[in-house]
């Protein structure tokens, strides 16, 4: 007897969700993490209005400034979906943990100067506190925001926004023995310390900021922007060589995180201010308000934590970033010889 | 003894594993060898080209938007013929 072993090719009636097919010219393979993204918000048909405000719909455009013609316009050039995101993450924990044995076994941050020990303290541990602050903005922009396009990765950068937070935290414990000693000692300098008084007021300011976008900006392009090459590329190397390093190992994932959710941040904005003419120049405003306020804040914290080279740092972070969103379609500083 | 001539040039092939990244990698070496023809088989996809193939890692991270590095192509791959030229920013199949 013989058997004849055939192939049957059967093709799919569809490729992709006739939603994701007509953003993307026709009936063809959409990627993941369009298919994830594209038209996940209701945007119609909504029964109630909510109660908290109900001169709005639960999901309403008209909760900020800026307009867009198509909300998912604004797409994450990472493509992170809920898959990518946690894979991703779950691959630079790995690493991170390493680096957080490494450091343990050979007791790295414990056997370094009281010196280092205490600007650790004061200038690293109450950041834990700015990046539950940033956890709760970033929750906000995904609570009100409009479209899955912004609000996805949002809650994405919730998350890890509390992964830095304990990766500081673990920081903490390795300098005070598993006590917690420096964790309280950190949110007391937090609440206390005058170097941080700025920061903490501008947090809370931001906490109050009703427009979504606006503090989409002044939190992930403005705040981010300057506080984390002040501390993470500035500050750590500092510190890093008297605490043989271990700074620069542990706070790795900060470094590369922020430079990998740079790429986000600046998509967003830039695709929002090139929709139009009315959207760059409330854009600027934005910018150029929160970016003199929030550098005036941190500036103290600058120097506690760089001394007395503190202040030029500063002004050379805030010139990178003007550099930075003038790419964006922003105009960072006023024309006619006037000073930003 | 005849002269050596030029050979006409002999079609290369790859063959991948049909997945979400697969769809990626078709489109970067579409854009990249305009003379490749696709060919959908079931759960598999064979590109097939006229004398040179290239993969290019650039290409490739600008359409799923994160580092790829090249070998990551051997997670997708079923089959290639020809010769191959690898470096950290290109995959090169040819024959010659």
Known sequence: MQVDIKTSDIRPIRQTFSNVARRIGGDKPASRYQEATFDMQPMVNFHYRPMWEPERELYDQRRTAIQMADWYALKDPRHFYYGVYTMTRAKQQEGADRQFEFCEKRRLIAQSDEATRESIVQVLMPLRHYEWGANMNNDYVCAYGYGTAVTQPCIFAAMDRLGIAQYLSRMGLQLDGNQGSSLSAGKQAWLELPAWQGVRRMMENLFVTKDWFELFLAQNLVFDGLIYPLIYSHYIDKISPATGNAAGMLTEFMTDWHTETARWVDATIKTAASESPANAEQLTLWYRVWRDELARAIEPLAQLALGSSGTDVLATIRADLDVRVGRLGLVARVATGATA | ?96
């Not at chain 2, 991948?16 to 990249?32: G, K, M, P, Y």
């Not at chain 2, 950290?88 to 024959?95: A, N, R, S, V």
């Open chain 2, 1 to 96: 003894m005849s002269a050596v001539t030029a050979r006409p040039a002999q079609p290369v092939f790859i063959a991948l594993q049909l997945n979400d990244l697969t769809r990626s990698l078709v489109e970067a070496i579409v854009a990249d060898n305009p003379h490749a023809t696709v060919v959908d088989y079931p759960a598999m996809v064979k590109i097939e080209a006229l004398g040179r193939l290239v993969i290019r890692r650039e290409s490739v991270e600008a359409l799923i938007g994160r580092d790829w590095d090249i070998q990551e192509l051997h997670l997708s791959l079923i089959s290639l013929s020809g010769s191959i030229d690898e470096t950290d920013d290109e995959f090169c199949l040819h024959w010659g």
